[in-house]
């Protein structure tokens, strides 16, 4: 593979597979803050910024 | 209405749910096919560009419209826009049914040749007689009749049955592509079919048709426009994030593109380099159900890879196929039709409609075109309905609601803006082209398989029916708390 072919399939490959696991690991640590902020006592509410 | 079983029950769920329907058999058969008839590496950098300027704004609305208004397409844009627009969200919900017919007919080849390929049937000595004596068979209905059955049982449990089957299907699917592509990778001359997808040819870059191809596969493969996350967005839980989930589905859908395009085109070069341009011009039936299995009986244990080919496929064309049902049922209960009853409507118009695609490929193919192109209004639809309603207000009121994790700033209002500009240029141009190539004469004739003549008679037909019932379609909505009580 030429150096042009390997630099598309890491930008290409970076942007839409590094895209997707970067965006589904916030996806996924945003939930938690929330069903954490869900199960928070009381007071404790609102505290938590996810 | 924070929780209940009408809606999903965790953002892993509601996330796969959604990645299986705009992961569809477009992804393992279509991209590999229009990455490398259009320039490999020169295709994939607008086709990434597209990702962002047309599927991830699309997805967006829709994830608005399906959260905010609580309705399937129709009563969606009716809820936007006022009874007179009822139409199109309607055209939005026909098209997509329209593809459920023959697309069941897919999931039923798909079906087929995972069999043949775990018993050994295929390839056989003369590879196109198993696709010659099966397309167009009496198996060809049978097979249609199971796939469409598995989706209308699964849907029949509603959303969590869903979110259920889907939860075990997706990540399997992912992790055969994965387990595919690693395989074809590691071929002997697989760096040729790498070298084929990813060397950027920066001349064609200025090539229109490239960019409008890379529309085109954006447009197709993502599911944006098609109403199917709008439908899916009605069961989001109120908390629920509507941005990050949206860039999601887009990203992780081109993701499996990607990751089929190098499992296809490394297979291909790898064990028949001189006959690729063959291979890949060979339409998607001719790729798959042809080509793939006598490419895989050249590679060690080929008979396995071949069978995980066809099972990974059946599970794409299942999880779109179900999202595709449950669209029409949703729409059938936001008026009021009960789960049960809505599944058997759609499953009688499913075996009526869907029959004559299975035994006849001429009109396989027409159907497949004429609704496939027609999903381009369909995303023209949308952006006219946020420009209707006002892009500034739908982004404050619909986009950035309660549980959005990050708040979407103006770029978006452009960002739709330019989504209709873009189905305008591509309607106009696949128009000029379809003339420019056929003649006015023969372009105009309605019986062909592919003519504008066709896509002009069967869009004419829909539309005139759709606005001649428009006040029907619009006023027989039930609120959305009798509709919930059905799902």
Not at chain 2, 98 to 114: E, K, N, P
Not at chain 2, 147 to 170: H, K, N, P, S
Not at chain 2, 213 to 236: K, M, R, S
Not at chain 2, 445 to 457: A, N
Request: aromatic fraction near 12%.
């Amino acid at each position: 593979m030429s150096a042009a072919a390997w630099v598309t399939f890491a930008l290409v490959g970076g942007f839409v597979w590094g895209g997707f696991l970067c965006l589904l690991a916030v996806a996924l640590r945003k939930e938690r803050g929330k069903r954490r902020q869900d199960h928070a006592p009381e007071g404790e509410r609102g505290l938590w910024v996810p | 209405m924070t929780g209940g079983n009408h809606l999903f029950s965790s953002r892993w769920g509601m996330i796969l749910t959604m990645l299986g329907m705009a992961v569809g058999t477009g992804n393992i058969w279509r991209f590999p096919r229009i990455a490398a008839s259009n320039g490999g590496g020169t295709f994939l950098i607008p086709w990434a560009i597209f990702l962002v300027l047309w599927s991830v704004p699309l997805l967006l609305c829709e994830f608005a419209m399906g959260k905010g208004t609580r309705r399937g397409p129709l009563g969606a844009f009716t809820a936007l826009l006022g009874q007179s627009w009822a139409w199109m969200g309607a055209w939005v919900v026909l098209c997509s049914i329209l593809i459920m017919f023959y697309y069941s007919v897919v999931a039923g080849w798909c079906v087929r040749y995972f069999v043949a390929a775990v018993s050994g049937e295929i390839p056989g000595a003369e590879p196109i007689a198993f696709w010659n004596g099966y397309a167009e068979s009496g198996w060809a209905v049978v097979t249609m009749l199971v796939g469409l059955g598995i989706g209308l049982f699964v849907v029949a449990r509603g959303i969590r049955g869903i979110e259920a089957v889907c939860r075990i299907l997706m990540p399997t699917l992912i992790l055969l592509v994965l387990v595919l592509a690693i395989r074809a990778v590691t071929l002997p001359g697989a760096m040729r079919g790498m070298a084929f997808l990813f060397t950027p040819d920066w001349s064609g870059m200025a090539d229109s048709r490239i960019w409008l191809e890379a529309l085109t596969q954006n447009a197709w493969d993502t599911g944006a426009g098609w109403g199917l996350a709008l439908a899916y967005a009605t069961y989001l839980r109120a908390r629920e994030d509507t941005t990050i989930n949206a860039f999601v589905l887009g990203f992780g859908n081109n993701s499996v593109s990607l990751l089929a395009g190098i499992m296809v085109l490394c297979t291909v070069f790898s064990i028949r380099p001189d006959a690729s341009a063959e291979i890949v011009g060979a339409g998607n039936t001719g790729l798959t159900f042809i080509w793939m299995p006598q490419l895989f009986a050249a590679i060690p244990a080929g008979r396995l890879f071949m069978a995980l080919f066809f099972l990974a496929l059946f599970f794409a064309a299942l999880t779109s196929l179900i999202s595709m049902i449950e669209l029409g049922t949703r729409t059938l209960i936001d008026r009021g039709v009960a789960r049960g009853r809505a599944i058997g409507l759609i499953g009688t118009a499913g075996v009526v409609f869907g029959v004559p695609s299975a035994l006849h490929m001429g009109f396989f193919d027409n159907q497949d075109n004429v609704w496939g192109v027609g999903l381009m209004l369909s995303g023209l639809f949308f952006g006219l309905a946020i420009l209707k309603y006002g892009v500034d207000r739908f982004r404050k009121q619909y986009v950035n609601s309660e549980g959005s994790d990050v708040t979407i700033g103006r770029w978006w209002n452009a960002a739709i803006v330019l989504v209709v500009l873009e189905a305008l240029v591509l309607l106009v141009w696949w128009l000029s082209q379809t003339i420019l190539t056929e003649g006015w004469r023969a372009s105009l004739d309605p019986f062909r398989d592919w003519s504008l003549g066709t896509f002009l008679l069967q869009w004419g037909i829909a539309l005139g029916l759709l606005l001649a019932l428009n006040r029907w379609l619009a006023r027989g909505q039930v609120p959305v708390a009798v509709a919930e009580r059905e799902t």
